[in-house]
């Protein structure tokens, strides 16, 4: 079973970019489809990003596409979301996710979630 770990958020000015990170312990990370979701403070959680077990297909949440680059590298059991062009509506905890089967992009599809990472994007 695949453990996840957030890391990379912090805060930064509108138009600015950060690259967040989702380390992965356990096995066969290779075997999961990975996303990315956000929520920010009295909403649901969304969805950002996701990406099959080798990184050939990724789709996007329309607020992001264009801005955001979702990646893995499987040998070094790593997930990526780099970020650009932020925006305050960004700013949310964001949340790396895993699912042993193909990209989804429904939050209850996930069964691993990290503990999220801060990102704060100021005006």
């Known amino acids: 079973q695949v453990q996840l770990v957030e890391s990379g958020g912090g805060l930064v000015q509108a138009g600015g970019s950060l690259r967040l990170s989702c380390a992965a312990s356990g096995r066969t990370f290779s075997r999961y489809a990975m996303g990315w979701f956000r929520q920010a403070p009295g909403k649901e959680r969304e969805f950002v990003a996701t990406?099959?077990?080798?990184?050939?297909?990724?789709y996007y949440a329309d607020s992001v596409k264009g801005r955001f680059t979702i990646s893995r590298d499987n040998a070094k059991s790593i997930m990526y979301l780099q970020m650009a062009s932020l925006k305050p509506e960004d700013t949310a905890v964001y949340y790396c996710?895993?699912?042993?089967?193909?990209?989804?992009?429904?939050?209850?599809?996930?069964?691993?979630w990290g503990q999220g990472t801060q990102v704060t994007v100021s005006s």
């Open positions: 996710a895993a699912r042993p089967a193909l990209t989804a992009t429904s939050a209850p599809s996930y069964d691993i």
């Open positions: 990406i099959s077990m080798n990184g050939g297909a990724r």
